[in-house]
């Protein structure tokens, strides 16, 4: 029987999908350590891995004639996982696309209402008893309907985001990307970076974690923006250069800013976590029962199609 480690907690719903293989779960929140990667590469013939877990070129290479076949990563984004490496340790590296899209949009738009009409400073207000009664000034914010948003990364979230920003709150929408996309709504491509950040009220990133786009979102990028303007950070911690962002939140040279991810994440400076101008979630993008179920078996799906001995669904 085929060995499977799942190395972290996953829905019960999953784990029935998984009965006709031999299943050793690790029920941790935690990574996995450098020692528990090497045995489950070693000791079994598909791994569910996931973010934080570091399978470097190193990992792999410390590895002789790994049993593992699949590295299965549950989410959409895999730049903990050195691809080449895998490959070339013939293992085949797989994610979750698709079933993240909606959940990841909604916390975008979650993030752009809360950090617009402060809504982190109103309920730490209300839950500190000083609260004095409505008043027509009363903690005043920057209304999104028919404002401008800017996605940096259109591909299924950031097209997911755009379409609710346009459909759902009239907004206009600018986008940056690699090259210009045929869309069903109207929207503006801007080849520069810094360009798109001038013309919007709300500027959301949208694109992959990589080399390439570490420290996309530096103090240039930010410098372009609107007085008024929102950064909103939904794709992976280190796009944003952190130190970059909190200058420009003290200094007044944004509005404010929604983050769901970090750059040293799960650290979080007690700096950041002092402004009032800023929105902090725990990386709960994709944090609903049905997204993480659905996560889960197409994790199960990829795991069991590659030990079967065919194509598997989501190759990266």
């Known amino acids: 029987m085929k060995k499977v480690f799942i190395g972290r907690g996953l829905p019960d719903e999953v784990y029935a999908s ?6 050793t779960r690790r029920d941790e929140s935690l990574p996995m350590s450098r020692d528990e990667m090497r045995a489950a590469l070693r000791d079994y013939d598909g791994v569910m891995c996931t973010l934080g877990d570091q399978f470097s070129a190193e990992i792999f290479a410390s590895v002789r004639d790994a049993r593992c076949k699949v ?13 080449a490496a895998a490959k070339a340790a013939g293992i085949t590296v797989t994610n979750t696309p698709g079933a993240v899209t909606d959940a990841t949009a909604d916390i975008a738009m979650t993030l752009m209402l809360m950090s617009a009409r402060r809504a982190g400073e109103g309920e730490r207000l209300v839950r500190a008893g000083a609260w004095k009664g409505w008043h027509p000034t009363q903690m005043l914010g920057l209304h999104l309907t028919g404002k401008t948003v800017g996605i940096v990364g259109m591909g299924r979230i ?11 709150f009239g907004m206009a929408v600018r986008y940056f990307g690699r090259s210009e996309k045929v869309l069903e709504f109207d929207a503006v491509f801007h080849s520069d970076l810094r360009d ?17 786009t570490r420290h996309l979102i530096d103090a240039d990028v930010l410098s372009a923006m609107l007085p008024h303007g929102r950064l909103i950070n939904i794709a992976r911690g280190d796009v944003v ?26 650290d979080v400076p007690q700096i950041l976590r002092d402004l009032d101008n800023v929105v902090l979630l725990p990386h709960m993008g994709t944090s609903t029962r049905e997204v993480r179920v659905d996560m889960g078996r197409m994790v199960v799906e990829n795991i069991q199609a590659i030990l079967r001995g065919d194509p598997p669904l989501n190759p990266v």
């Open 158 to 168: 950031g097209q997911a985001i755009a379409r609710r920003c346009h459909f759902g």
């Open 196 to 212: 798109l950040a001038s013309h919007v009220d709300v500027l959301v990133t949208a694109v992959p974690g990589s080399p390439e």
């Open 71 to 83: 590295l299965a990563n549950f989410g959409v984004g895999y730049n903990h996982i050195d691809v």
């Open 18 to 23: 998984l009965e006709e293989l031999s299943v």
């Open 241 to 266: 250069e952190q130190a970059a962002l909190i200058d420009a939140l003290r200094g007044g040279v944004i509005g404010g800013a929604g983050l769901d991810v970090y750059e040293f994440e799960p």
